[in-house]
């Protein structure tokens, strides 16, 4: 048969257009549930929708409330319960109705193919296939809605009626949040923010830990240094920095470990400090609780008081220090595989708290004094050490050092002296005996999700080298007293981070022995630093520096048409 002659296929009835139901046509449409419904279709399906998300989302955040704090996930509060049922019923709901209508419309599809295949007479002889309503998704209806509310708020919060902090905790949605105010942001100021991505992102994993008021993310690309051979095993160490030279560099200085046969290292102390200042109405009283704070008789009672902050907080030592009427107490505790800082807060706070029964005329000025010296260079830091101390040594055979470093022992041994050592006191450096020793350490610091700031003390960092084996060979070290670090909280629990230090083999915390993740990671810190050090001096003594960056830190490529 001429398929041009078979009759045009019924067009399907539009949903708006009014139809003729006959009780007695076995052509018409069977009733459907949604007719019986007591609210308009669209409104209906609205109610599920919002009760759906909604209650999924209520739980979701309880149950990672319960993960943090412990809690059984099947110990639920009536709320929950009813949130549950609640989930249950719009899931069912939602999955009868568009569940159903799909493999509808999917046999009515079929039914319509293989009505093309038959002839005229076929088609004559079988009934019509029945046409389903074309359900309007409600996907574009959420979206327009939610394109009008957007706006609404975005003008509220230019006009200030909303305050641009409270969004997450208003819309319940962060990513929602952080769009909203990305384009309050540009109204106000005036100034595009594209190029600052904002997709791609897991803004829940910020809420309440690491930035507030997120309008996008940075993007800083992530190179590989190593294999770092130290203390027998191997790590390939991840950095992130825009610096050019530096991750070649200190890949370089691997190589040169490596082939001497790795590096040592030698974790020297652990514990995080704080200082808190306090102050008396006289120089003789605040001298009293300075005497009661240092007797060792009083240590253990202040211990249980400190040690109650948490199950990794061990209190270590007291130290005070007195200008005047005003005291400054330097506690210092171990605190586990986290860096601390907030931890070894809270037991200062217990002790302060415990104070006021033998000292009521105590004036607690602030829970950090400086004393402690947090973010800051500071001589108490390069001498006492605050996070780790460690000490990393390697020994690079003559041969390494003119192959790979291409310079010789003894022009090292110079150059560290006259640079790193002397240059560093005619320049009154504090703790700044190095080379570089911030560039690695930084580059580390924001790969794995440590406070970048507290690169400030970190970095201490004296650089020593020595011809050994009558001159033939190298010896090298570096010697880091404050190396803070963590492997669980702040940071470290992003995506990125997170898969950063499992590069490292140091992701979270240690359970078979608390406190040796961190421990790790900082060895490995002092390890890279060391690296970096030789590679830089090497280049320095070889007149490599200049050449170097001009290769690999100075691209030819039009940046203009680039960013374009």
Same mark, same amino acid.
């Given at each position: 048969?001429?398929?041009?002659?078979?009759?045009?296929?019924?067009?399907?009835?539009?949903?708006?257009?009014?139809?003729?139901?006959?009780?007695?046509?076995?052509?018409?449409?069977?009733?459907?549930?949604?007719?019986?419904?007591?609210?308009?279709?669209?409104?209906?399906?609205?109610?599920?929708?919002?009760?759906?998300?909604?209650?999924?989302?209520?739980?979701? =955040?309880?149950?990672?409330?319960?993960?943090?704090?412990?809690?059984?996930? =099947?110990?639920?509060?009536?709320?929950?319960?009813?949130?549950?049922?609640?989930?249950?019923?719009?899931?069912?709901?939602?999955?009868?109705?568009?569940?159903?209508?799909?493999?509808?419309?999917?046999?009515?599809?079929?039914?319509?193919?293989?009505?093309?295949?038959?002839?005229?007479?076929?088609?004559?002889?079988?009934?019509?296939?029945?046409?389903?309503?074309?359900?309007?998704?409600?996907?574009?209806?959420?979206?327009?809605?939610?394109?009008?509310?957007?706006?609404?708020?975005?003008?509220?919060?230019?006009?200030?009626?909303?305050?641009?902090?409270?969004?997450?905790?208003?819309?319940?949605?962060?990513?929602?949040?952080?769009?909203?105010?990305?384009?309050?942001?540009?109204?106000?100021?005036?100034?595009?923010?594209?190029?600052?991505?904002?997709?791609?992102?897991?803004?829940?994993?910020?809420?309440?830990?690491?930035?507030?008021?997120?309008?996008?993310?940075?993007?800083?690309?992530?190179?590989?240094?190593?294999?770092?051979?130290?203390?027998?095993?191997?790590?390939?160490?991840?950095?992130?920095?825009?610096?050019?030279?530096?991750?070649?560099?200190?890949?370089?200085?691997?190589?040169?470990?490596?082939?001497?046969?790795?590096?040592?290292?030698?974790?020297?102390?652990?514990?995080?400090?704080?200082?808190?200042?306090?102050?008396?109405?006289?120089?003789?009283?605040?001298?009293?609780?300075?005497?009661?704070?240092?007797?060792?008789?009083?240590?253990? +009672?202040?211990?249980?008081?400190?040690?109650?902050?948490?199950?990794?907080?061990?209190?270590?030592?007291?130290?005070?220090?007195?200008?005047?009427?005003?005291?400054?107490?330097?506690?210092?505790?171990?605190?586990?595989?986290?860096?601390?800082?907030?931890?070894?807060?809270?037991?200062?706070?217990?002790?302060?708290?415990?104070?006021?029964?033998?000292?009521?005329?105590?004036?607690?000025?602030?829970?950090?004094?400086?004393?402690?010296?947090?973010?800051?260079?500071?001589?108490?830091?390069?001498?006492?050490?605050?996070?780790?101390?460690?000490?990393?040594?390697?020994?690079?055979?003559?041969?390494?050092?003119?192959?790979?470093?291409? +310079?010789?022992?003894?022009?090292?041994?110079?150059?560290?002296?006259?640079?790193?050592? +002397?240059?560093?006191?005619?320049?009154?450096?504090?703790?700044?005996?190095?080379? =570089?020793?911030?560039?690695?350490?930084?580059?580390?610091?924001?790969?794995?999700?440590?406070?970048?700031?507290?690169?400030?003390?970190?970095?201490?960092?004296?650089?020593?080298?020595?011809?050994?084996?009558?001159?033939?060979?190298? =010896?090298?070290?570096?010697?880091?007293?404050?190396?803070?670090?963590?492997?669980?909280?702040?940071? +470290?629990?992003?995506?990125?981070?997170?898969?950063?230090?499992?590069?490292?083999?140091?992701?979270?915390?240690?359970?078979?022995?608390?406190?040796?993740?961190?421990?790790?990671?900082?060895?490995?810190?002092?390890?890279?630093?060391?690296?970096?050090?030789?590679?830089?001096?090497?280049?320095?003594?070889?007149?490599?520096?200049?050449?170097?960056?001009?290769?690999?830190?100075?691209?030819?490529?039009?940046?203009?048409?680039?960013?374009?």
């Amino acid at each position: 048969m001429d398929v041009r002659s078979r009759p045009p296929k019924l067009p399907r009835v539009a949903e708006d257009e009014p139809r003729t139901v006959s009780s007695s046509s076995s052509s018409s449409p069977p009733p459907k549930a949604s007719d019986a419904l007591p609210l308009p279709l669209y409104l209906t399906n609205a109610i599920f929708f919002t009760l759906f998300f909604s209650v999924a989302y209520y739980l979701l =955040h309880r149950w990672r409330d319960k993960i943090r704090s412990s809690t059984p996930l =099947h110990v639920v509060t009536l709320s929950e319960i009813a949130a549950i049922v609640s989930l249950i019923a719009s899931f069912i709901y939602l999955l009868g109705f568009f569940g159903i209508d799909f493999v509808q419309s999917f046999i009515t599809r079929a039914s319509n193919d293989a009505w093309d295949l038959d002839d005229e007479a076929a088609n004559a002889a079988r009934p019509l296939p029945t046409p389903m309503p074309n359900l309007v998704s409600p996907e574009p209806i959420i979206t327009a809605l939610s394109i009008v509310e957007d706006e609404e708020i975005v003008k509220s919060v230019v006009d200030g009626s909303i305050p641009s902090y409270s969004l997450e905790s208003k819309l319940g949605d962060c990513k929602r949040a952080a769009l909203i105010r990305r384009e309050a942001l540009q109204r106000v100021t005036g100034r595009s923010l594209q190029g600052l991505p904002l997709d791609g992102f897991d803004y829940e994993s910020v809420l309440g830990q690491c930035c507030e008021m997120p309008v996008g993310y940075v993007q800083i690309p992530v190179g590989v240094a190593g294999p770092l051979l130290l203390d027998g095993f191997e790590y390939s160490v991840p950095m992130a920095t825009t610096e050019g030279c530096l991750v070649a560099s200190t890949n370089r200085g691997c190589k040169a470990i490596y082939v001497s046969g790795g590096a040592v290292s030698t974790l020297l102390r652990d514990g995080m400090t704080r200082a808190p200042v306090v102050r008396f109405s006289t120089a003789k009283r605040a001298s009293e609780l300075k005497f009661f704070l240092e007797d060792p008789n009083n240590f253990d +009672t202040l211990a249980v008081v400190f040690n109650r902050s948490s199950r990794f907080a061990r209190l270590q030592s007291i130290r005070c220090s007195l200008a005047g009427k005003n005291l400054y107490i330097r506690f210092c505790c171990s605190t586990g595989d986290a860096m601390g800082m907030n931890m070894v807060s809270k037991g200062v706070q217990n002790v302060l708290e415990f104070l006021q029964s033998d000292f009521p005329d105590i004036d607690v000025i602030g829970i950090s004094g400086n004393f402690c010296s947090d973010k800051k260079p500071a001589a108490v830091n390069w001498i006492e050490g605050r996070g780790k101390s460690v000490v990393c040594e390697a020994l690079i055979k003559e041969e390494v050092v003119k192959k790979v470093l291409k +310079t010789s022992v003894a022009s090292l041994v110079e150059l560290n002296m006259l640079k790193n050592l +002397t240059g560093s006191a005619i320049a009154g450096a504090l703790g700044g005996f190095n080379a =570089h020793a911030a560039n690695i350490v930084s580059a580390i610091y924001i790969a794995t999700g440590q406070d970048p700031a507290q690169n400030v003390e970190s970095s201490h960092c004296i650089t020593m080298m020595e011809g050994v084996n009558d001159g033939k060979d190298l =010896h090298v070290s570096v010697t880091m007293p404050s190396i803070e670090v963590g492997t669980v909280g702040g940071g +470290t629990q992003l995506a990125s981070q997170s898969a950063c230090l499992n590069m490292l083999g140091v992701k979270g915390a240690s359970k078979e022995s608390p406190g040796s993740n961190s421990r790790l990671l900082a060895t490995i810190v002092a390890g890279s630093v060391l690296a970096g050090e030789l590679s830089l001096m090497a280049a320095i003594a070889a007149g490599q520096l200049v050449k170097s960056h001009l290769k690999y830190n100075r691209s030819s490529r039009d940046i203009t048409k680039a960013t374009s």
